[in-house]
């Protein structure tokens, strides 16, 4: 029997290669620009699940962009795996902080990855890590290693809010009618600690708009006399938190969930250097809510983060102008137990009613979605501890992820499955930043791990 470490082994340049074309493609679900690189890079996905033994593949329309489906029935008495990953990237945007053209893919070394790592966008975040569970399949296949059914659901849409992935789940649950429901879009802690994601964090993300006077104006013989709306929006924004890092949105921490102290002592068992964490991202100090840790804070906490400000002049040398309108970007973290639809309420009301009566206020929700918990007791974290003490020989970590992957929550109540979270990626991978990476290392071995996860989960079900 040759294991799936010895056909990684042999098929390593391969397997990386075929990554590599696969982030050639600007597959930027934001930007509608990269519209027909989108369908290019649906068309790819399919015809690598075919190739890798998928005896039924399709690209399914839906409202925005397809998504593309592939399964491979052994027996209808066995369990279902089903596979979700995503095709789309975050835009490369800034372009000029990347080291090397965001879809022109390199391999380089560095003091973490020294075998190297594929820098491109979406190396890791997800194509590099839905990519694994292609390759995973081709190994069980080709070596009749497959002990179950396999199904794999590829959406376009995560990256701005897997806005038609419900309708397509409504539509279609009978063909993804699974007993488990697999997913590598998160991390773990180190390439010598190995982690399980057992939470994930909800989402709602909103965009303001503030406007003074009708006009731009001049501000020597307006100030001090009109309302300027970045003024004022920066006062607003400055004011949902106060003296210690506590949002001050009434209501917002009425459902928040307590985690008890052992529950917290557990948490703290992980291996983390605060001193490594600071010089990782050049910071002389962490800052954030009273109370919690830097683990705590990212994870298992609630939060406010203004993700873009704008408005006025901000073209090269001087303008004097009292700008019209100024927008800010705002994403709200949420914890087990928050509503997004209800916390995106609390803001609108919040916002709206701090705002002076010499301007006028928009909020423009966009997207969200609901926190997420895996329990560590159900046989879906079981067998994924199983595949990983197998390879790593060492048990994974339970951790809460501070991301957020909305659509999980709404596969639960759709489809009626678990979901367990096995991630290869690193916290300093610069997902949705510049230079975003992948290891080869964590690569493969994402390709090595998974097989055995589909082992155990079918022992552990047929007891």
Known sequence: MITSKDYVQQHKERFINELIDLLKIPSISADSAYKKDMFSTATLVEKSLKEAGCT???????????????????????????????????????????????????????????????????????????????????????????????????????????????????????????????????????????????????????????????????????????????????????????????ITIPGFYDKVEELSKAERAKMAEAPFSLEKYKEALAIADVYGEEGYTTNERNSIRPTLDVNGIWGGYIGEGAKTVIPSKAFAKISMRLVPNQDWEEITNLFQKHFESIAPAAVEVKVKPHHGGQGYVTPIDGIEFQAASLAYQQIFGKEPIPQRSGGS???????????????????????????????????????????????????????????
């Open 56 to 246: 039924k593949t399709e690209i399914c329309e839906t409202p925005g962009y397809p998504v593309v489906y592939g399964e491979r029935i052994v027996d209808e008495n066995l369990p279902t795996v089903l596979v979700y990953g995503h095709y789309d990237v975050q835009p490369a945007d800034p372009i000029d902080l990347w080291d090397s053209p965001a879809f022109e893919p390199v391999i380089k070394k560095t003091a973490i990855h020294p075998e190297g790592a594929i820098f491109a966008r979406g190396a890791c975040d997800d194509k590099g890590q839905f990519y694994m569970h292609v390759k995973a399949l081709e190994y069980m296949v080709k070596n009749e290693e497959l002990p179950c059914n396999v199904k794999f659901m590829i959406e376009g849409e995560e990256e701005v809010g897997s806005v038609n992935l419900a309708w397509f789940i409504k539509n279609n649950k009978e063909k993804l009618a699974n007993d488990v429901i697999l997913i590598s879009d998160t991390g773990m802690i180190a390439k010598d600690t190995p982690s399980i994601t057992t939470g994930l964090r909800g989402l709602s993300y909103v965009e303001v708009e503030v406007t003074g006077p009708n006009r731009d104006l001049h501000s020597g013989l307006y100030g001090g006399a009109v309302a300027n709306p970045i003024n004022i929006l920066t006062k607003m924004i400055a004011s949902l938190h106060d003296e210690n890092n506590h």
């Open 405 to 463: 992957i909305p659509i999980v929550a709404m596969f639960e109540e759709e489809l009626k499955s678990k979901t367990v979270l096995m991630g290869f990626g690193l916290d300093s991978d610069a997902i949705h930043s510049p230079n975003e990476h992948f290891g080869v290392w964590n690569y493969l071995k994402g390709i090595e791990t998974i097989p055995y996860f589909y082992k155990h989960f079918t022992a552990l079900k047929k007891q």
